[in-house]
T-cell receptor, first 113, second 116 residues
Framework: AQSVTQPDIHITVSEGASLELRCNYS??????LFWYVQSPGQGLQLLLK??????LVQGIKGFEAEFKRSQSSFNLRKPSVHWSDAAEYFC???????????FGTGTRLQVTL | GAVVSQHPSRVICKSGTSVKIECRSL??????MFWYRQFPKKSLMLMAT?????????EQGVEKDKFLINHASLTLSTLTVTSAHPEDSSFYIC????????????FGEGSWLTVV
């Protein structure tokens, strides 16, 4: 069965510092991968997605992610974090003909000034 | 980008009553929509897959008679929580699959349900 692991429950970074959020997946076929961000009390906003092609994908708000098949990873990065990036980040994999999203447990990002 | 809208964003209802939450895809047609429940500081739990023109597919452990899902058109799915109880209080989020952009799935803003 497919699964998504986000090893870091909570990460704190200083504003202006670089960020990397880890995501590992387990899925037998080529995965469709997503990163979403959720602010408190809000829905989920799509940051970026990987379906095929270039393994480095660019998203909104200056985020990027790199798909590494050999490591079954899809880590999210940002060169310089802004205070407004503080939120919950979810990695997800799309599986099966029913197109169900399997979510990781999320990583809460705190940004210190 | 594609937009999915939920309504209402917040609702309070009395125990024993029913409440309906709407999920609309505003600029694309969605044959498949999904309903999730999210507990505080937790990840999303898929409740059911809503299929336009057919019955919803419920995840294991989700009561289909309590959480009624209707997907009457390509842009609207509704979740009705019947005979609501305080333990049904939660954040409910829908999502919709946009076929025109491959398999991208967009989420609504979520609906807070409080049962008193």
């Amino acid at each position: 069965a497919q699964s998504v692991t986000q090893p870091d429950i909570h990460i704190t970074v200083s504003e202006g510092a670089s960020l990397e959020l880890r995501c590992n997946y387990s899925y037998g076929a080529t995965p469709y991968l997503f990163w979403y961000v959720q602010s408190p009390g809000q829905g989920l906003q799509l940051l970026l997605k990987y379906f095929s092609g270039d393994t480095l994908v660019q998203g909104i708000k200056g985020f990027e992610a790199e798909f590494k098949r050999s490591q079954s990873s899809f880590n999210l990065r940002k060169p310089s974090v802004h205070w407004s990036d503080a939120a919950e980040y979810f990695c997800a994999v799309l599986t099966g003909t029913a197109s169900k999203l399997t979510f990781g447990t999320g990583t809460r990002l705190q940004v210190t000034l | 980008g594609a937009v999915v809208s939920q309504h209402p964003s917040r609702v309070i209802c009395k125990s024993g009553t029913s409440v309906k939450i709407e999920c609309r895809s505003l600029d694309f047609q969605a044959t498949t929509m999904f309903w999730y429940r999210q507990f505080p500081k937790k990840s999303l739990m898929l409740m059911a897959t809503s299929n336009e023109g057919s019955k919803a597919t419920y995840e294991q452990g989700v009561e289909k008679d309590k959480f009624l899902i209707n997907h009457a058109s390509l842009t609207l799915s509704t979740l009705t929580v019947t005979s609501a109880h305080p333990e049904d209080s939660s954040f409910y989020i829908c999502s919709a699959r946009d076929h025109s952009s491959g398999n991208t799935i967009y989420f609504g803003e979520g609906s807070w349900l409080t049962v008193v």
